[in-house]
């Protein structure tokens, strides 16, 4: 079966475990560098082109889309809904995911537990914010981010202005959010594929460190979750819309809370801590995709 993962490098560890397990099982993979792809609406001639050229269609397309193509990651896989190709991620379920505001807001809406967060828009908002959270240290994040970039911990309302005002020049929105030191720098990634939680690490950041991203050297083990959590974690990837999902639960004094859902989880950390063969399930699940 001829199978297209959509990515910026074939050097990528997520996207070289992935040609390799498919390659493992006697499909055809090719990865397409989406920063180069463009849809062509033109009648029969309708196409995806790659520098210019149409792309032989696959069975089933696995989208990596960068972060910071998001959009245009978009509009291709939107390219292959009108031509009829199946793949992983849905459009809409990318662009919600990628926007950490809609996502929260979509989850509360579900009443499934996410922290207490705040959206601003301008400096005197973030300051009113922060100061309606009680207490600090407060987080203050862009709405699209990756790999703890765009996160960063106020301690002070100078420091909450220093930050804010920084980011404010890069996006026109930022989210205030509490802070949940009883976490003590952990959180809890789940790697869902389609109805299933086929991997869950537990991350600790290193000394000094808030974020627990294995980006910034924190340290991972493989742990168990309870049913409560694997419902949990299954309920938001479900609502968000994502099939292939990192769910991100940090602990509380209220339970579980969920931080975030990933639609292009990196397998290199999980992997390596659970020694569990996730790239073979994402590679199962697109065939089966495919021939439904």
């Known amino acids: 079966m001829r199978i297209s993962v959509f990515s910026r490098g074939p050097n990528l560890y997520s996207t070289s475990r992935i040609v390799a397990e498919g390659r493992k099982r006697g499909h055809r993979m090719e990865v397409v560098d989406h920063a180069y792809c463009s849809p062509s609406l033109y009648g029969v001639k309708t196409a995806l082109l790659v520098d210019g050229r149409p792309l032989q269609l696959p069975k089933v397309a696995i989208p990596r889309i960068g972060a910071n193509i998001t959009h245009r990651g978009a509009a291709i896989i939107r390219q292959l809904d009108v ?48 100061l309606g959270m009680g207490k600090w240290p407060v987080v203050v994040k862009l709405l699209e981010s990756t790999h703890g970039v765009g996160v960063a911990l106020a301690k002070s309302l100078f420091e909450l202005e220093q930050i804010s005002e920084g980011f404010l020049q890069f996006q026109d929105r930022i989210i205030v959010q509490e802070f949940i030191g009883e976490s003590k720098g952990c959180d809890i990634r789940a790697f869902v594929v389609g109805d299933r939680i086929v991997a869950a690490m537990e991350r600790r950041a290193v000394d000094g460190e808030f974020r627990a ?70 590679i199962e699940y697109a065939v089966k995709k495919a021939k439904a």
């Open 83 to 130: 031509l009829g190709v199946p793949h992983t991620l849905s459009a809409d379920a990318l662009l919600l995911a990628r926007d950490k505001m809609g996502c929260l807001q979509t989850l509360a809406r579900h009443d499934l537990p996410v922290p207490r967060t705040i959206l601003c828009f301008t400096l005197r908002e973030a300051r009113i914010a922060a």
């Open 213 to 282: 991203n294995i980006h910034r050297g924190a340290t991972a083990r493989a742990v168990h979750l309870s049913a409560e959590d694997e419902a949990l974690c299954l309920r938001a990837a479900a609502v968000i819309g994502v099939e292939i999902a990192g769910v991100d639960l940090i602990p509380s004094h209220q339970g579980h809370l969920l931080m975030e859902v990933n639609a292009s989880p990196g397998l290199e950390g999980i992997e390596a801590a659970t020694r569990i063969d996730i790239a073979g399930e994402i």
